[in-house]
């Protein structure tokens, strides 16, 4: 099973603010991911963290990361029905080229 | 640019069948991938090509066989498949390895049906 979690799903209301959670394990990872997908198409690197950051904005994303629970949120503010898709949180483990993903968060955006 | 092209973007394929699925990135990265994506699942590594050559090879079957004809091309040829190898096929690539640059980037995928 993978090593990253997450919530499977989330419903939020157009206009409010989502926030979506994972737990990763390993401490030495050096980055930290989010991908966006929508029905249909690839993956969508949204933002990404380095392990030695506590927070990173990029316009209405927030990334939150707490090294020593190992927990990871992405905060979207103002949220459009654009934003409706499949969430991807991931982490390198230290590792060149591999990324553990975890299962994704189907974010689903009501009027 | 941060675009990844992959073709075709759907494929429908006999088990008797040999097919290719083609990547491009003209970014300048030194590694590229391929991943298997089946429906509401995330994205299992298959193989990763570093300047052209095969650095990681999941334990992937041999019906599946990778080439990376130079620095921007990266291709899957398909061979003998089976419906279970039904999936969206992502490829991606990264300046260089992720501890050091970060960025993995995926483009839209190939979605291939195998009948």
């Known amino acids: 099973g993978e090593d990253v979690e997450q919530s499977l799903f989330l419903s939020v209301r157009e206009g409010d603010s989502s926030v979506i959670n994972c737990t990763y394990t390993?401490?030495?990872?050096?980055?930290l991911y989010w991908y966006k997908q929508e029905p249909g198409a690839g993956l969508q690197l949204l933002t990404y963290?380095?392990?030695?950051?506590d927070m990173k904005q990029d316009q209405r994303l927030t990334v939150l990361l707490n090294k020593k629970d190992k927990h990871l949120s992405l905060r979207i503010a103002d949220t459009q029905t654009g934003d409706s898709a499949i969430y991807f949180c991931?982490?390198?483990?230290?590792?060149?080229?591999?990324?553990?993903f975890g299962a994704g968060t189907t974010v689903t955006v009501r009027a | 640019d941060t675009e990844v092209t992959q073709t075709p973007k759907h494929l429908v394929m006999g088990m008797t069948n040999k097919k290719s699925l083609k990547c491009e990135q003209h970014?300048?990265?030194?590694?590229m991938y391929w991943y298997k994506q089946k429906a509401k699942k995330p994205p299992e590594l298959m193989f990763v090509?570093?300047?052209?050559?095969?650095?990681i090879n999941e334990s992937v079957p041999s019906r599946f066989s990778p080439e990376c004809p130079n620095s921007s091309l990266l291709n899957l040829h398909l061979h003998a498949l089976q419906p279970e190898d039904s999936a969206l096929y992502l490829c991606?690539?990264?300046?260089?390895?992720?501890?050091?640059?970060?960025?993995?980037?995926f483009g839209e995928g190939s979605r291939l049906t195998v009948l």
């Open positions: 970014m300048g990265h030194r590694a």
């Open positions: 390993d401490s030495s990872s050096t980055y």
């Open positions: 090509y570093s300047y052209e050559k095969l650095s």
């Open positions: 963290i380095f392990s030695n950051m």
């Open positions: 991931a982490e390198n483990l230290f590792s060149d080229y591999k990324l553990s």
């Open positions: 991606a690539s990264s300046h260089g390895v992720l501890t050091a640059t970060g960025e993995l980037f």
